[in-house]
């Protein structure tokens, strides 16, 4: 396999496909403070729940290292979810 197939399989990513194929969001919520302990992080995550019970876990990279970013775009609709500061809100 040379370089421009590799990349090109990687980019296909068909280890996603079966998995998010035809799957609902059916909640979008930030990490509770559990979740972000568990990660190591200082901020939240962005979550999307599935209709399976899967959960999506926004990343700044397949390491872990931290909460991302994901980007919408819809038309000339354009927007960004960033991760949330972790602090104390006062009801």
Known sequence: MNAVEYW???TENPAARPLLTGRKIVDVR???DD?????GWICRAL??????GAELVLST????NGPGAMFYFEGD??????SMPRVEINA
Do not use: A, I, M, W
């Open 35 to 39: 979740e972000v302990d568990t990660y």
């Open 8 to 10: 090109q399989r990687l």
């Open 77 to 82: 609709k354009r927007e960004v979810f960033s």
């Open 61 to 64: 990279d397949s390491e872990g």
């Open 47 to 52: 979550v999307l729940v599935l209709d399976n």
């Open 30 to 32: 930030y990490q509770s």
